[in-house]
């Protein structure tokens, strides 16, 4: 209880579990996250799991069964981790593994961890992790794309990028995340600021007319017609409204009128 006799609620907490955590954590002390961690939105801890191998070598991985190259993860360092990080809090976390073979990462993913209370990241490297591990200790895996890594340090530090900065309180306005790429299923409108005239161009007469209506069809009309032309796969998925699909078929005119076939 505080002194306004209210339950003191625990900030979402992340803690993340490799052989270099302190990546993640140097990530996350800067920008809007950073500021988000010293106003209490949000705890992130590391953990090495070096701490939790066996003495005196302190080994964390393995050659694999039935030979080839590289090594893998111990199933065991990673457990005995893993109880120490359930045990560091009453809450119980979601297990996330980070790897190249898990569902892409996406905005929808993020919001759904950011309402939980308690996330643990896996980070791998050398071949991955022994596969009992993943099989009884993991809940999801996530891939930042079709690309490897040598290491998920780097998804566990834009998990908690992307996740910290929709936290509620953590943006100045909340309204900025909320128009951002993908939140809407849509790339985001283009954005200019000062000076109007520069010698790179003049910024659209509408954002400077004042007129707020015209200015946010405008802007929906820009981000119907960049997801077309850039990203057409989520348009795909969506059945636009009626309105939507005249702003989106007077752009595709448009845009088909001041550049020659091909250019796209
Ligand atoms: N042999 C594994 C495979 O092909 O699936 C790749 C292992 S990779 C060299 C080492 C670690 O980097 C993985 O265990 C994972 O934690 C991380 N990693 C690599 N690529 C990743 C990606 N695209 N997304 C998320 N994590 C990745």
């Given amino acids: 209880m505080n002194l306004a006799n209210e339950p003191v609620v625990a900030p979402p907490r992340i803690d993340v579990v ?3 955590p302190e990546l993640v954590l140097q990530s996350a002390a800067v920008g809007v996250v950073g500021r988000a961690l010293r106003r209490g939105l949000l705890q992130v801890e590391g953990w090495q799991l070096r701490d939790f191998a066996e003495e005196p070598h302190r080994s964390v991985d393995d050659r ?3 030979g080839g190259p590289g090594m893998v993860m111990l ?3 990673l457990r005995r981790c893993l109880q120490a990080v359930r045990e560091a809090d009453p809450r119980p976390p ?14 929808a993913r993020i919001r759904g961890w ?7 990241l896996v980070c791998g490297r050398y071949e991955g992790v022994d596969e009992r591990f993943v099989a009884h200790c993991v809940d ?6 079709d690309y490897v890594l040598s290491g998920g340090e780097l998804a566990a530090a834009v998990i908690v990028d992307a996740l910290g900065r929709v936290l509620d309180g953590a943006l100045g306005d909340p309204r900025s995340a909320v128009q951002d790429s993908f939140e ?6 283009p954005h200019y600021t000062r000076p109007e005239c520069h010698e790179l161009g003049v910024v659209p007469e509408v954002l400077r007319s004042g007129d707020h209506a015209a200015i946010a069809r405008w802007r929906r009309q820009q981000a119907l017609g960049r997801t077309w032309r850039w990203r057409p796969d989520l348009l795909q998925r969506r059945v636009l409204s009626d309105e939507d699909r005249r702003l989106l078929e007077e752009y595709r005119k ?6 020659p076939p091909g250019t796209d």
């Fill in 18 to 20: 490799g052989l270099f």
């Fill in 254 to 259: 448009r845009h088909a009128a001041a550049e």
């Fill in 94 to 107: 979601r297990v996330l593994l980070m790897s190249p073979q898990g569902a892409p990462l996406t905005q």
């Fill in 64 to 66: 694999p069964y039935g």
């Fill in 184 to 189: 809407d299923g849509l790339l985001d409108c």
């Fill in 75 to 77: 199933v065991d360092p």
């Fill in 140 to 145: 999801e895996q996530v891939s930042l794309g």
């Fill in 114 to 120: 950011a309402r939980l209370p308690r996330l643990v």
